[in-house]
């Protein structure tokens, strides 16, 4: 049986990011630059490389720096071809030709369940991926990619996972599990944050969703939780209970670029891997005296 393709992303990308502020007060997070492009933009050509065109981004106040990343900039484009740099050129014109771009803004920073639903009258009847764009999965197979392959195969929404060491599980939604195959696992429950002896298990949710339509009006029915915000945890919790839903192990290498360390070790990791950066970073890295 042939089930429905997933041409559409959600990237939440409305939070007030207070993890690093104050450089993030005049400026959206998710503009930061990881190395040579803004951390958005990682989210973005990864769902475009999983086959991806349609990307809904959920901005708040403040946010309009983003719309303006991935739209033509003629004034600039000019100048770059009078200067007869062809390269950025041609860089910077592929960012507004990666994928078609809706932008709908949340106008209350009421979680991350608020976010989805705000995408709801853009997605229909359709399955959708969810990205969160501060988790930078380095994979040779796009992280949601993974997510979509078993979603055509199985039918049923996909949690993307990976084990974190048990002093971390309060930090994440983690997952009861049931293995299901090699690498997946059918979900019997989650719990936000627990701490570490409530933990059921160290499967972490790393920010990558592959979910049905079914999930928006278990959405509209899920009440505020903690900080008064509508919780996606609380809403797969009651989507677990009525239907199958799976998780598999992400393969790749994670950033939480969210967190402060976490952007740092993205930063180096990726610094090192630039082609045009690399060689001389990695000395430069090895004459430091630590």
């Known amino acids: 049986m042939a089930h429905p393709k997933v041409s559409k992303a959600i990237i939440p990308a409305a939070g007030l990011g207070t993890r690093f502020l104050p450089a993030t007060k005049a400026s959206p997070k998710e503009m930061l630059p990881l190395v040579d492009k803004p951390l958005i933009q990682y989210a973005v050509e990864e769902a475009v490389r999983a086959g991806i065109k349609n990307i809904i981004v959920i901005t708040g106040r403040g946010k309009r720096a983003i719309e303006d990343h991935f739209d033509l900039s003629f004034e600039l484009e000019e100048t770059l071809k009078e200067s007869g740099k062809t390269k950025l050129l041609h860089e910077i014109h592929r960012i507004s030709e990666l994928a078609n771009f809706c932008y709908v803004r949340q106008r209350h920073a009421r979680g991350l369940g608020d976010a989805i639903l705000c995408a ?17 999965i380095d994979a040779t197979v796009p992280a949601i990619g993974q997510l979509i392959d078993l979603y055509e195969t199985l039918g049923a929404p996909i949690l993307g996972v990976q084990e974190v ?15 299901a195959g090699p690498g997946l696992f059918r979900v019997t429950d989650l719990i936000e944050k627990p701490r570490r002896g409530e933990a059921p298990s160290r499967l972490a949710v790393i920010g990558r969703y592959v979910l049905p339509p079914e999930i928006f009006p278990i959405l509209e029915k899920t009440p505020p939780g903690k900080n008064q915000e509508i919780q996606l945890t609380d809403a797969l919790r009651t989507l677990a209970s009525k239907a199958p839903l799976h998780a598999c192990l992400v393969n790749g290498t994670r950033h939480d670029a969210g967190d402060k360390l976490g952007f740092l ?20 890295l090895k004459e430091l005296r630590l």
């Open 265 to 284: 070790k993205a930063t180096v990791d990726f610094g090192l891997k630039n082609p045009e950066l690399g060689d001389r970073f990695a000395r430069y």
């Open 120 to 136: 709801q009258h853009l997605i229909g009847a359709e399955p959708f991926a969810v990205m969160l764009g501060d988790e930078i």
């Open 165 to 179: 060491e048990l002093d971390e599980v309060i930090h994440y939604g983690i997952i009861t599990p049931k293995p």
